[in-house]
């Protein structure tokens, strides 16, 4: 592993590479918060890529994602990871390889929780590569989102009681993680079409979606309630005042919003 103030480096700089949504809130978050959430998102994110690479067999990422979820279920074997991911390492992006690193880059105190909210997040990944990600049911979404997001909602929860004793309501926060991810869903519909994969219950028009996603939205807003921390705050409020922006975009025929408006949410929501 790398030093401390080089690993912080990196670690920021991965996360600027990956994720528009999520580097501007988590780089507004004081130090020590700023490097957990931050681990923790990398954590996620280097099990993501595995369940969305193009060129992984489906039995290839069925057999990663739920070792590593093993993996996370007790102190994280760095050198059985590498030697996991060594036969595909020339097709993963750099997030996923340093997985390691963005553990041991994570205070602590609360790494265990990251890790556990990982491991379940993997685990539910492999099971629906198995299932082709074949959304049947609104049931079958609520699962689904619950794996990918929800429990980024979850992890967000633990991150802020360890900070400072804040208590937020899980199933809000579940809501808050699966509104951001239908958000994606609704505007990845025709990529996700041409690879043959449709989120969308067989029963749903798109029309429905939008309103699934209205209202776990608008639980999202009763989650945020709970959250009296300025810091915390805002960093909940920059992803979704986006989701929302980006929504009534795709409403209104657009398949997303530019970047000045990206920059006006962020200054308005910073400045209050």
């Excluded at 340093?98 to 099971?127: H, N, Q, Y």
């Excluded at 199933?171 to 993680?177: E, H, P, V």
Aim: hydrophobic share 40%; proline share 3%; with cysteine.
């Amino acid at each position: 592993m790398r030093n401390g103030t080089n690993l912080h480096k990196e670690a920021m700089h991965i996360l600027k590479l990956t994720s528009r949504t999520f580097y501007i809130p988590i780089s507004l978050l004081k130090p020590n918060l700023k490097e957990t959430v931050g681990s923790a998102y990398l954590c996620m994110r280097a099990i993501d890529e595995i369940e969305d690479h193009e060129m992984l067999k489906p039995e290839t990422k069925q057999h990663l994602l739920q070792t590593i979820s093993n993996l996370l279920k007790s102190e994280f074997d760095n050198n059985a990871y590498l030697e996991l991911i060594a036969p595909y390492k020339s097709l993963l992006p750099e997030v996923t390889k340093r997985l390691g690193d963005w553990i041991a880059f994570c205070p602590e105190e609360i790494v265990g929780k990251i890790m556990d909210s990982t491991s379940i997040m993997a685990a539910g990944m492999a099971k629906w590569v198995e299932r082709d990600w074949q959304i049947k049911s609104k049931e079958d979404l609520d699962d689904y989102t619950y794996y990918v997001a929800g429990l980024v909602g979850v992890m967000l929860s633990d991150i802020w009681y360890w900070y400072d004793g804040t208590e937020t309501d899980r199933d809000l926060a579940i809501a808050y993680g699966r509104g951001l991810q239908t958000v994606n869903i609704l505007r990845n519909q025709q990529e996700d079409k041409e690879r043959g994969v449709s989120f969308i219950p067989d029963d749903w028009a798109t029309n429905d979606l939008f309103q699934y996603t209205e209202q776990n939205l608008q639980l999202a807003d009763e989650y945020m309630k709970d959250i009296k921390t300025r810091n915390i705050l805002l960093f909940c409020r920059i992803p979704l005042a986006l989701a929302k922006r980006t929504l009534k975009a795709l409403k209104g025929g657009r398949e997303k919003i530019s970047r000045n408006e990206v920059e006006t949410i962020v200054d308005e929501i910073t400045n209050e």
